[in-house]
């Protein structure tokens, strides 16, 4: 660990510094979000907006290395996609409730399709592998820039519409009820976690989005009283198991990801042990 | 008798309505008149219609055809004049949530961001304390029991502060002295506000409440002196009928009970 904190201080070597600054930073909307997915129970959303990321990020890069567009790059077609998903899967589980489930999977499968086009018809080598399995190494400025943006996006809207967002969480129909309007704040509550998405995939990749989504969440449920106590401590135990994971991921020369998700995984399973023992 | 027209004093007034469900006919030219300080309950077989038909008074369906209005308006308009107290057994008992913040549910709507005033967290805690359950709002609702959380959502829909409360089944689920604490309440708060039951279990019917409302398909109203032998026999097909309908839980015969 000690090597750790020389590379992290050494002035030469910023990456690995900006890769520990992103993780603590972005454990705010992972923790906070995540603690809605998990209550909301809708992991799986999450997981076919992860999925359809790649698609976002083929058309990027196909757009900017295939037609010379400068504008749209991987990360304007990350973001277009996420919330393209999150905008379907909202007006689906409205409309479809028996079918919620089949639109999921659909979404997920293609998403990833047209992304592997995408890319097969980008020219050069492009290796899918640090999208599908993230590089927190690989983050520069202008992610860290992204990451204080959605902080405050994330924190700000949460801070604002708490009760509503925890009223829809926990019985919509009430909410509905109570004149909340319920369908554009599960829009918004999809649009904020697609966002937090992108980010995911910057950090674990696409394919263990879900696991650092929600199990800082799962873990925090069991000592929370409250949805606010949950958000707190599933913050906290993201900045552990980010900060954790790459220390390990850096002193044992393994790729960062996934032993940030085994740290978690490990957690996540100790807590559940101590939770049954206690009972 | 059926009403001719909204009277002037009327709180909820439905007319000829109709209802489907995927092409199934669930409720039949219905007509429905209900008074300021009314108490109704409505009783009828699984899949007679009575959850459809306290969702189209709360104007979460609506009608095919037929009039369902709320004080004169619709009942999107009307919405926070109801207080609804759904079945209590549909929540995720793992959900991290207190007592005091089921309750102050009561009060979203009031604001755009739905953050609560002063006003709001004292109302809530009148309805705590209205539910006999101020010395428990610290506690995890999902620690509690089956009657008190019952209790919790009446106190959430009266931290609404409308003037008709509408329940579904609150007495399925609860043990024998919280029924009695249970109806303790409802005759306490139907001499401020309507009171509008969905229940399977008749017995309760004639105790408490002023007039029935039978719903199989079509709605009959009765007052409670009339409830018979026979009249139960009549909404439900007959005795062998009712127990055969308890019984055979076919999925059709749930989803819109």
């Known amino acids: 660990m000690g090597d750790f904190l020389t590379v992290i201080l050494d002035p030469d070597l910023p990456f690995l510094r900006y890769a520990l600054l992103t993780g603590i930073f972005a454990s705010i909307p992972f923790g906070v979000i995540g603690t809605f997915v998990v209550v909301r129970r809708i992991s799986y959303i999450a997981g076919a907006i992860a999925h359809c990321v790649l698609g976002g990020i083929g058309l990027g890069l196909y757009l900017e290395k295939g037609m010379g567009v400068g504008w749209f790059g991987p990360i304007q077609g990350a973001v277009l996609a996420a919330l393209l998903a999150a ?17 999921i999977g659909a979404l997920w499968a293609v998403g990833m399709a047209v992304g592997l086009l995408f890319i097969a018809k980008t020219p050069g080598y492009v290796d899918p592998m640090s999208y599908l399995f993230g590089n927190i190494l690989l983050v520069g400025k202008n992610d860290l820039l992204f990451v204080l943006a959605l902080d405050v996006l994330v924190f700000g809207a949460v801070w604002i519409f708490y009760n509503k967002f925890l009223a829809i969480c926990f019985d919509e129909e009430f909410a509905r009820l109570r004149g909340v309007s319920t369908g554009w704040f599960y829009l918004f509550l999809l649009c904020l976690t697609a966002l937090t998405i992108v980010l995911l995939v910057r950090v674990v990749g696409i394919v263990m989005v879900i696991a650092l989504l929600t199990l800082p969440a799962a873990v925090a449920g069991n000592f929370s009283r409250n949805i606010f106590q949950m958000m707190l401590v599933a913050v906290l135990f993201c900045v552990f198991f980010v900060v954790t994971g790459l220390g390990l991921s850096f002193s044992l020369d393994l790729p960062s990801g996934p032993v940030i998700i085994l740290v978690a995984a490990v957690v996540y399973l100790c807590t559940m042990v101590f939770e049954r023992l206690r009972h | 008798m059926q009403p001719i027209g909204p009277f002037q004093e009327s709180a909820v007034f439905i007319k000829n309505l109709n209802f489907s469900y995927d092409s199934r006919l669930i409720l039949e030219d219905v007509n429905l008149d209900i008074f300021p300080l009314d108490s109704i309950c409505v009783v009828g077989p699984n899949g007679g219609g ?48 207190s ?33 006999g359950l101020a010395d428990i709002a610290g506690r995890p609702f999902a620690s509690i029991s089956g009657g008190q959380r ?10 609404a502060k409308g003037d008709i409360l509408i329940l579904d089944e609150p007495t399925a689920n609860i043990d024998h002295e919280s029924e009695m604490h249970f109806f303790e309440l409802l005759t306490r708060l139907n001499q401020r506000m309507i009171i509008l039951m969905v229940t399977h279990d008749v017995g309760f019917a004639s105790t ?23 009249m139960i026999r009549e909404m439900y097909g007959g005795d062998q009928q009712m127990i055969r309908h308890d019984h055979c839980c076919g999925p059709e015969g749930h989803t819109y009970g």
């Open chain 1, 87 to 103: 905008s379907v899967l909202a007006v689906v589980s409205r409309h479809a409730k028996q079918r919620e489930d089949s639109v």
């Open chain 2, 50 to 97: 009575k959850t459809t038909l306290v969702k189209l008074i709360l104007g979460l369906l609506h009608p095919d055809s037929g009039t369902v209005q709320i004080y004169g308006g619709s009942p999107e308009d009307a919405r926070l004049r109801m207080g609804y107290v759904p079945q209590y057994a549909q929540y995720d008992s793992s959900f991290p949530i």
């Open chain 2, 99 to 131: 007592v005091l913040e089921v309750v102050s549910m009561g009060c979203l709507g009031r604001s755009f961001t739905g953050r609560y005033s002063r006003e709001d967290r004292a109302q809530a805690m009148d309805s705590l304390e209205e539910t």
């Open chain 2, 150 to 159: 019952q209790r919790v959502l009446i106190a959430r829909a009266l931290a």
């Open chain 2, 208 to 230: 408490f409440f002023k007039r029935i409302a039978c719903v199989n398909k079509q709605v009959k109203i009765h007052p409670t002196s009339a409830l018979t032998g026979d």
